[in-house]
């Protein structure tokens, strides 16, 4: 299996090479070139962490090549304020609008689905799903503010309470930006548990929950506590507490951050592979697209320690929440999933609505790219009453409901 290895991404090199003036005589071209090629990797080797906004840009675009159904990528603005301002999502020494990054798959017709990334990722981890899903819906995907080629404001959040407004006002503008209404809105992990805010403070808007292994439900295991309470666990705690992300070891590790990428979508997504395998070409694109979502400027993930502790247990549950559900909903897990879909079952006792549970074989916490086939089957029958023919829907004996 190949991955993809670090290239090396020049910018702003003159193309008469540094110090050079006048014409360039053909027998002078190659030297000249080569001149060119190693100022170039001169000026990529001291650039700490190679990378960009453009550079996340590029890796997507190459990452969609593998879809085949045509889409739009936009950058969609939701709005600006003055320095200071008290708007959450926006909080900035500067007043330079917010952008989300959109891709959009038209279907005339059909009901709209928006899906939520999770921590970590950006909308393009669902490249394998955008052509079954586009067939169906009329499918919008974003990267949340902070994330991906999304603007990546100052994050100045200081509790939970502000750090779910960050993400969910935020949502709320887009929304408004994109003139949606009543649509089905999908979130995987932190995406789920977005979506579940979101959706309990704007449920006119929400007209059914798709969440897949969807954080915010799973509850302290004794096992944990125990942990918590040896050397190693104060410890891990401590860094946990201190806000150390993932992303800052990667940008850390400066041009060695590539490789660690490259490792660990090789031993995810291939090597310990629950279901279906990346090929070379989707294992190489996603991995140059991991790299610069991750590496790029600190924003989004910060939430980490406001919104969860330790073991990522929600500081506020949304068990809690069950009672003051108003939106259908459907949770979807992978058969290994580390959510624990236990959660789910115990938030289901306490709904008021409509609520079903599947767990998709082969496939763990990234099922939609684990078992991508069963996910397609497992999202459709969970929306069949929206969907043209949904009765017909049946869902396959191997996905099983809860």
Known sequence: M???????????????????????????????????????????????????????????????????????????????????SKVRWFRSTSNEPRFINTVTFENPDAPTIVLLHGYGASQGFFFRNFDALASKFRVLALDQIGWGASSRPDFTCRSTEETESWFIDSLEEWRKAKDLDNFILLGHSLGGYVASRYALKYPEHVKHLVLVGSAGFNAGSDRLMQFKSTWKGVLANFVWESNLTPQAVIRGLGPWGPNLVNKYAGARFVTYSNGTTLTDDESKLLSDYMFHTLAARA????????????????????????????????????????????????????????????????????????????????????????????????????????
């Open 299 to 402: 924003s989004g993930e910060l939430c980490l320690k406001y919104i969860f502790s330790l073991g990522a247990l929600a500081r506020t549950p949304l068990v809690d929440s069950a009672l003051d559900w108003k939106v259908p909903t459907s949770f979807i897990y992978g058969e290994t999933d580390w959510m624990d879909y236990k959660g789910a079952v115990e938030a289901r006792k306490r709904m008021n609505v409509p609520c079903e549970i599947f767990r998709v074989p082969q496939s763990g916490h990234f099922v939609y790219l684990d078992n991508a086939t069963k996910f397609h089957e497992a999202v459709f029958y969970a929306c069949r009453r929206y969907l043209p023919g949904g009765s017909e829907f049946k869902l396959p004996s191997d996905i099983r409901e809860v």
């Open 2 to 84: 190949r991955f993809v290895r670090w290239r090396g991404m020049s910018e702003g090199v003159s193309k008469t090479g540094a110090g050079m003036s006048g014409s360039v005589t053909p027998e002078g071209v190659g030297d000249v070139q080569k001149q060119q090629s190693m100022l170039a990797a001169l000026q990529n080797f001291l650039r700490w962490s190679p990378t960009s906004r453009q550079d996340i840009i590029d890796s997507e675009k190459r990452l969609l090549t593998l879809v085949k159904t045509p889409h739009v990528v936009e950058q969609v603005n939701i709005g600006s304020g003055p320095p200071g």
